[in-house]
């Protein structure tokens, strides 16, 4: 009993190179990894940033339109008595430049066209923004009507005077 009473001898100490060497051979593996890591996320973010994308055809935007001003109309309006007429000078927005040849052209059948239009509305039928939208349209339609070498795209009331 005694024999079992006595603690048994302890082994030796194992050396303390082995887990300091254990440490080093993670912490080098830990840095390599994180210093890949960095390397890769460095060359993502220059190649993203340098990055330029190829340049694209011509979008129709980016287009410069041709605007040609009209001479002015002055129209009576249909309202009751007669006493109330129109002034209006306004720009054509084309399509393209052939389109500003044809309009030279048609010049007249498009000023009667346009008169027609003008002439046709009441003083409530314009004196809201509503109504002078309207009106724009109804011109953009006719002469597009009558244009075969493109298109008027928009107009702009340059005076619009109401009396």
Do not use: W
């Not at 509503?130 to 009507?145: P, V, W, Y």
């Amino acid at each position: 009993m005694a024999d079992k009473t006595k603690e048994a001898p302890v082994p030796e100490a194992i050396p303390e190179t082995v887990p300091l060497l254990k440490r080093k051979s993670t912490l080098i593996i830990i840095l390599s990894v994180v210093l890949i890591f960095l390397i890769l996320i460095s060359t993502i973010t220059v190649v993203v940033l340098t990055h330029r994308p190829e340049p694209k055809e011509k979008k129709e935007t980016d287009q410069i339109y041709t605007i040609i001003p009209m001479r002015d109309f002055l129209v009576n309006l249909v309202d009751y008595g007669g006493r109330r007429y129109l002034k209006v000078s306004l720009s054509l927005e084309l399509e393209n430049i052939a389109v500003k040849t044809e309009i030279e052209t048609k010049d007249t059948i498009l000023r009667n066209y346009i008169i027609n239009i003008l002439s046709s509305k009441t003083f409530d039928d314009i004196k809201s923004v509503e109504g002078k939208d309207n009106l724009r349209k109804a011109i953009i339609l006719k002469c597009n009507f009558l244009l075969k070498s493109g298109k008027v795209l928009n107009v702009y009331f340059n005076d619009f005077i109401i009396q």
